[in-house]
């Protein structure tokens, strides 16, 4: 369900800075995730196998079964990003222990 919030007892002013402060702080983390993920470089499929400590063949069964991302730059170019590696790495351990 969605937050709606209501403008009783707010001046002109107290509303549009309080607006202008929500945006504001919207902007900002927007442009903080943006520098992250520009800072981060890919990974080979060969890099990514390293990191999470599998073979390729298994790297690329997480792939098809949906459990690791993989971002498609071509038909022969394939890469991974770190930071999707651990979040995906973590959801699929959320998953296994909620359901023991």
């Not at 209501?6 to 504001?24: D, P």
């Not at 520098?35 to 080979?44: C, D, I, M, Q, V």
């Amino acid at each position: 369900m969605e937050q709606q919030i209501q403008f009783v007892g707010f001046s002109m002013q107290e509303a549009e800075r309080f607006l202008k402060n929500i945006v504001s702080t919207c902007i900002d983390e927007h442009h903080a995730l943006q520098k992250h993920a520009e800072a981060e470089l890919p990974l080979t499929p060969s890099q990514a196998s390293k990191a999470l400590k599998v073979s390729l063949p298994t790297l690329r069964r997480y792939v098809q079964l949906g459990l690791i991302r993989r971002h498609d730059l071509g038909p022969r170019r394939k890469v991974f990003y770190l930071s999707e590696l651990e979040e995906d790495v973590k959801k699929v351990e959320a998953s296994v222990f909620t359901h023991r």
